[in-house]
């Protein structure tokens, strides 16, 4: 069973920053490419960050220049550091990683940008 356990959300003001952290083990960890995505009430969800095993990463448009996503290797987790944070950032954010052709979700953490 794969299990992701996202953690870091909360509410902060505009401008503000944030950093969540997504756990799993360390076969998951170190196998595949970890992804965080957001859903934002009435919109579809959408890719955030991604970063391979070998460390290459790739950004939606809308975050580029203010969120990094970045590995452990010691802790087995991924974190996305969130800086410069708008009003539109607010979302619930998502882990996830595909196994073969299946993709496993994390429960999602609640960010807030609201002054």
């Known amino acids: 069973q794969v299990q992701l356990v996202e953690s870091g959300g909360g509410l902060v003001q505009p401008g503000g920053s944030l950093r969540l952290s997504c756990a799993t083990s360390?076969?998951?960890?170190?196998?595949?490419?970890m992804n965080w995505y957001r859903q934002a009430p009435g919109n579809q969800r959408e890719l955030v960050a991604r970063?391979?095993?070998?460390?290459?990463?790739n950004y939606g448009d809308s975050v580029k220049g203010r969120f990094t996503i970045s590995r452990d290797n010691a802790k087995n987790t991924v974190y996305l550091q969130m800086n410069n944070l708008k009003p539109d950032d607010t979302a619930v954010y998502y882990c996830?990683?595909?196994?073969?052709?299946?993709?496993?979700w994390g429960q999602g953490t609640q960010v807030t940008v609201s002054s």
């Open positions: 996830k990683t595909r196994v073969g052709l299946v993709d496993y």
């Open positions: 360390r076969s998951i960890f170190s196998g595949y490419t």
């Open positions: 970063i391979t095993i070998g460390g290459s990463t």
